[in-house]
Every structure is written in structure tokens, then in C-alpha cells.
């Protein structure tokens, strides 16, 4: 069974920046499909950043991208999701997630079939 513990979560102001972790065990962590999603009051859950079995290759959403940085240490069994810049439209529930489904297509939310119990990040001033 795989099991996700996301930490990181948190307050910040806008501007600033926040790290989430998140530790998988339960299954062979390079062949899996890793990625960060987040759902806002009143919003569909979506996909933020994913990162592919071999670490080589991540897609991003396009409100993210060059603010937010996925990464995985495949060692610690852990995946990152480093913030920065953060907006007030960033606030939102953190979900980290797993997929034993599929090793090449990682950006299909349907696929991940593991979910951590997600961590709130809000940004105010």
C-alpha cells in the first residue's frame, strides 16, 4: 500500500517562498509517476507540477511555471515542491500524489491513484 506524508505547509505573504515535501514508501519509487496538486476554496483540483519516474522531465501549470520547482530524491523517497514568488491566488490545499497506473504519462490527474491527506498554504498580508 502507498502511503504519502506531505509537510510544509503554512502562511506566508505574498512574495515570498515556501518548500512542501512529501515522503512515499509503500512501492518502487523510480517507477512511479510523482506529482503536486492543489485546490482552492470553491475550485477543481488541479495539477500544479509532475515529475516522471526518472526525474528527467517535470510539466508545470502555466500559472507556476518559472516560480515553482518539482524535484525528487529518489534516496530519501521524497519529492519536493519548491514555491517561490508566491501569490495570493496560490492559496490553496496541497495535495502530494502517486501513480502506479502510468510511467509515461504523468500530467493526467485521472491516472494518480494515491493521494497524501494534503497540507493547507495560504498566502496573505
Known amino acids: 500500500q502507498v502511503q504519502l506524508v506531505e509537510s510544509g505547509g503554512g502562511s506566508v505573504q505574498p512574495g515570498e517562498s515556501m518548500r512542501l515535501s512529501c515522503v512515499v514508501s509503500?512501492?518502487?519509487?523510480?517507477?512511479?509517476?510523482l506529482g503536486w496538486f492543489r485546490q482552492a476554496p470553491g475550485k477543481k483540483r488541479e495539477m500544479v507540477a509532475v515529475?516522471?519516474?526518472?526525474?528527467?522531465?517535470?510539466n508545470y501549470a502555466e500559472t507556476v511555471k518559472r516560480r515553482f520547482t518539482i524535484s525528487k530524491d529518489d534516496a530519501k523517497r521524497q519529492v519536493d515542491l519548491q514555491m517561490t514568488s508566491l501569490r495570493p491566488d496560490d492559496t490553496a490545499v496541497y495535495y502530494c500524489?502517486?501513480?502506479?497506473?502510468?510511467?509515461?504519462?504523468?500530467?493526467?490527474?485521472?491516472?494518480?491513484?494515491?493521494w497524501g491527506l494534503g497540507t493547507q498554504v495560504t498566502v496573505s498580508s
Open positions: 515529475i516522471y519516474p526518472s526525474g528527467d522531465y517535470s
Open positions: 509503500g512501492y518502487t519509487f523510480n517507477e512511479m509517476c
Open positions: 500524489a502517486a501513480s502506479t497506473r502510468t510511467k509515461t504519462v504523468c500530467s493526467q490527474e485521472l491516472l494518480y491513484n494515491n
